[in-house]
C-alpha cells in the first residue's frame, strides 16, 4: 500500500507517495529527480549514497523513505550557493584534485562536511577514520584527505566571516 | 525488496501489539542491519513496524551505580555522550567503532543486541560488564541473554527498551576489526566489577561467552602479564574467509590483554 510522506529535500518541502519499500535513495533519484546521490554497492558500506537526515550524515540506501517522512534531506545538489558558487569543500575537493571518476565523490563531500559538525579541526587521521564508511575505487584516498583538511579550514574561515557581518 | 506494510505505532505497548498480533510483522530500529538484510531479500516481513517514532526509548541517565540507556539510542550518541564518557569510557570506545559514522548515525544499541550477530561489539559490553536487558515486560540477565548465533532469549513479540549497564570498577574493550566492514574479528570487554573480574569474548564464537580462566588470572592480579599462557580452545571457534578458528583462539589473548592495558 502506498504511503504519502512529506520530505524537506534541500530546503524544498515536497509531497510524495512512495512504497513502504522505497529506499530513501530511490525517492532521491528516481521521484525527485536528484542524480547527484549515487549508488556504489548492495551492502551499505561504499557510501556514495550519503545524504543529510536532519543535518546528519546518514546512507540512503540503508533507509527506507517513510523513515523520512517529514524530515530535512540535504543532498549533494544542495550544497552550492544559488548562483552556483561551490560550496568550500566542493572547492577545496576540485582544488586538491580530490577525485578522479567522481563517482564516491558526493557520498566523500556529504561525510566531509558533516564532519565540519563534529570534528572541526580534524587532523589527517582522524579524516581518515571519519571516512572509513566511503569508498574510493580511484584516487588512493591522500587526495581526498588533502581536500577535506583544506575544506575543514575553508568552512571555518566562511563561518567566522559571516558571523562577522 | 519484498513488499511490507508500514506501521508507526505510538507507544511500546502499541508497537509490541502488533508484533504480538502478527508472527511475520518485524520491528525496525536504526534499520543498518535488517534493511541490508531486506535488500538481499534473505527476510520477507509482513510489516515493518518503526519503533523510530515511539516516544521514550531514547536517551542516557544515570541510575544509582548504573547506567541505563535507552533501546533506541544511536552508536554515536553514546560514543559522543559525556557521560558515559566519563562514567564508563569502555562503552563509549566501543560505540564509537562500530561500523562507520554514518552507520553510528542510525544503529541502535538495542537493535544490535536484539539482532546478536556473533562479530557484533555489544553482545561483549552486555556481558562483560554485567548488564540486564530491560524489556516492556520484564528484565533479562546479560548471561541469560544471548542463547546462540542469532539467538536470543527474548520471546517473539517482545521488544528490548533499555539496557542496564552497572558502572564498573575500570573496564577495557578491544577488538580486531575486520578491516572491510569493522565488525569484530574478535573483541574483547574485560571489567572489574563489584562481583569480580569479568571477560567477556564476541566474533570468536557463535556467541559471546566469558573465560573463566581469564577472569581468575586477573581476579589475582589484573595485569596484562596474569594471561600469559592462558588461551582458549580453538575446538569451539568460528573459521571463516576472514580468520581461522586457530586465529580467533590466539587474538582471544591478544586482545584481551590489550584490553586490560586500555582498562580505565
Ligand atoms: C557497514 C556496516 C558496518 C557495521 N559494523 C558493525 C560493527 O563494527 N560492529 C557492530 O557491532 N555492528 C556493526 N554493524 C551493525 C550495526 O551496529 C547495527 O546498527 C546493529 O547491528 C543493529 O541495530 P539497528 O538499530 O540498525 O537495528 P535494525 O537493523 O533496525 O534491527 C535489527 C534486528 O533487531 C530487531 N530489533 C531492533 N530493535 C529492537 C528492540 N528494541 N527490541 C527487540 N528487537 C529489536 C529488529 O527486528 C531486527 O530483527 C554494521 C552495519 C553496517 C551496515
Ligand atoms: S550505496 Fe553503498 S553504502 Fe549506500
Ligand atoms: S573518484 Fe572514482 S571512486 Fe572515488
Known amino acids: 500500500m502506498p504511503v504519502s510522506i512529506t520530505l524537506t529535500v534541500n530546503g524544498k518541502t515536497t509531497a510524495l507517495t512512495v512504497e513502504p519499500n522505497t529506499l530513501l535513495v530511490d525517492a532521491i533519484r528516481q521521484h525527485l529527480s536528484l542524480t547527484g546521490t549515487h549508488v556504489g554497492c548492495d551492502t551499505s558500506q561504499c557510501g556514495a549514497c550519503v545524504v543529510h537526515l536532519d543535518g546528519v550524515s546518514v546512507k540512503s540506501c540503508t533507509t527506507l523513505a517513510v523513515q523520512a517522512d517529514g ?17 568550500p569543500m566542493q572547492a577545496a575537493f576540485k582544488e586538491h584534485h580530490g577525485l578522479q571518476c567522481g563517482f564516491c565523490t558526493p557520498g566523500m563531500v556529504m561525510s566531509a562536511v558533516d564532519l565540519a559538525r563534529v570534528n572541526p579541526d580534524a ?43 | 525488496m519484498y513488499t511490507f506494510s508500514y506501521q508507526k505505532p505510538s507507544s511500546v505497548a502499541d508497537a509490541v501489539a502488533v508484533l504480538t498480533g502478527d508472527d511475520d510483522a ?8 535488517l534493511i541490508p538484510t531486506l535488500k538481499q531479500r ?44 566519563s562514567a564508563l569510557p569502555a562503552l563509549a570506545a566501543l560505540a564509537g567503532g562500530i561500523g562507520d559514522p554514518a552507520v553510528r548515525h542510525r544503529g541502535t544499541c538495542g ?45 517473539p513479540g517482545e521488544l528490548i527498551t533499555a539496557l542496564r549497564f552497572p558502572l564498573p570498577k575500570r573496564a577495557g574493550y578491544a577488538k580486531f576489526r575486520n578491516p572491510a566492514s569493522r565488525y569484530a574479528v574478535v573483541g574483547v570487554m574485560v571489567a572489574e566489577t563489584a562481583a569480580g573480574i569479568r571477560v567477556a569474548v564476541t566474533g570468536a564464537g557463535p556467541s559471546v561467552f566469558r573465560v573463566a580462566a581469564m577472569e581468575q588470572a586477573l581476579n589475582a592480579s589484573f595485569t596484562a602479564a596474569a594471561l600469559e599462557g592462558i588461551s582458549v580452545d580453538a575446538g569451539d571457534l568460528n573459521t571463516d574467509l576472514h580468520a581461522s578458528a586457530e586465529y580467533r583462539a590466539h587474538l582471544v589473548t591478544v586482545m584481551a590483554r590489550r584490553a586490560v592495558e586500555a582498562a580505565r
Open chain 2, 111 to 155: 537493535g544490535s543486541v536484539a539482532n546478536a550477530d556473533p562479530a557484533a561489539d555489544y553482545p561483549a559490553a552486555v556481558v562483560g560488564l554485567g548488564a540486564t536487558v530491560i524489556t516492556d515486560r520484564r528484565e533479562i540477565a546479560g548471561d541469560d541473554f544471548f542463547t546462540g548465533l542469532f539467538e536470543t532469549a527474548l520471546e
Open chain 1, 71 to 87: 524530515r530535512s534531506v540535504v543532498t549533494i545538489e544542495g550544497l552550492a550557493a544559488p548562483d552556483g558558487t561551490l560550496h
Open chain 2, 26 to 33: 518485524k520491528a525496525v530500529a536504526g534499520g543498518m542491519t
Open chain 1, 123 to 165: 587532523t589527517p587521521d582522524e579524516i581518515r577514520h571519519w571516512l572509513e564508511g566511503n569508498i574510493c575505487r580511484c584516487t588512493g584516498y591522500h587526495n581526498i584527505v588533502k581536500a577535506v583538511e583544506s575544506g575543514l579550514q575553508a568552512m571555518k574561515t566562511g563561518a567566522s566571516a559571516q558571523a562577522a557581518e
Open chain 2, 42 to 85: 534473505l527476510a520477507q516481513p509482513s510489516a515493518l513496524v518503526d519503533l523510530g517514532s515511539v516516544p521514550g526509548l531514547t536517551g542516557i541517565r544515570r541510575d544509582g551505580d548504573a547506567l541505563v540507556i535507552g533501546a533506541m539510542t544511536t552508536h554515536a550518541t553514546v560514543a559522543a555522550d559525556a557521560t558515559v564518557r
